[in-house]
């Protein structure tokens, strides 16, 4: 069982909005600004979408928004485009035992 | 180019052992901290281990804490973790992953290798 929840699927057309949440506790999410989000690919390796928050590393689409309120994290994806389509996973600082917690993963479909 | 390349993978026994390395290129490597994040069989991203850039902080999941060891050989810009006493959920591809540091966290990750492959089977 994975320490952050969120929702196993997700979907939309191209060009609609999707929100996936990740709900976390007062212990991890809560408590800090340590939110990132992961993009996968199936077969490849994860890409850094978001971090604190609400953050694009260089080259991340603008169309990748992250937010965050009280418990909860929320990654928006607006203007949805076909290479959208993947697994989305958010992480959260856990505390000085389990630095890194990760959420079970999102999959993402567009329509 | 930045760039990371896991080794070392393969079948183990339960029980058994295995050392996984992490060769990376393309960035000044004791600079930053760095990771290991698993993923079993059609399964979700686990956090397995970080080390800061200097070694001097390690941290390990609860999970693999007291069976697998992380190190990192900065003149030799290799980064290795230790796996001992091996069980069958421990079976999954292993990425290493340099840390993206910011002001208050090193440990978001910005760049992944491709992973090595470790299955616990007899």
């Known amino acids: 069982q994975s320490a952050l929840t969120q929702p196993p699927s997700a979907s939309g057309s191209p060009g609609q909005s999707v929100t996936i949440s990740c709900t976390g506790t007062?212990?991890?999410?809560?408590?800090?600004?340590?939110v990132s989000w992961y993009q996968q690919h199936p077969g490849k390796a994860p890409k850094l979408m978001i971090y604190?928050?609400?953050k694009r590393p260089s080259g991340v689409p603008g169309r990748f928004s992250g937010s965050k309120s009280g418990n909860t994290a929320s990654l928006t994806v607006s203007g949805l485009q076909a290479e959208d389509e993947a697994d989305y996973y958010c992480?959260?600082?856990?505390?000085?035992?389990?630095?890194?917690?990760f959420g079970g993963g999102t999959k993402l479909t567009v329509l | 180019e930045v760039q990371l390349l896991e080794s070392g993978g393969g079948l183990v026994q339960p029980g058994g052992s295995r050392r996984l390395s992490c060769s990376a290129s393309g960035f000044t490597f004791g600079s930053y901290a760095m990771n290991w994040v698993r993923q079993a069989p059609g399964k979700g991203l686990e956090w397995v281990s970080s080390?800061?850039?200097?070694?001097?902080?390690?941290k390990y999941a609860d999970s693999v804490r007291g069976r697998f060891t992380i190190s990192r050989d900065n003149a030799k810009n290799t980064l290795w973790l230790q796996m001992n006493s091996l069980r069958g959920d421990d079976t999954a591809v292993y990425y290493c992953?340099?840390?993206?540091?910011?002001?208050?966290?090193?440990?978001?990750?910005?760049?992944w290798g491709k992973g090595t492959t470790v299955t616990v089977s007899s």
């Open positions: 080390i800061g850039g200097g070694g001097g902080i390690i």
């Open positions: 604190e928050v609400d």
């Open positions: 992480s959260s600082y856990g505390g000085r035992n389990n630095l890194v917690v």
């Open positions: 007062s212990s991890d999410i809560g408590s800090y600004d340590y």
């Open positions: 992953a340099k840390g993206f540091p910011t002001r208050l966290f090193d440990y978001y990750m910005d760049v």
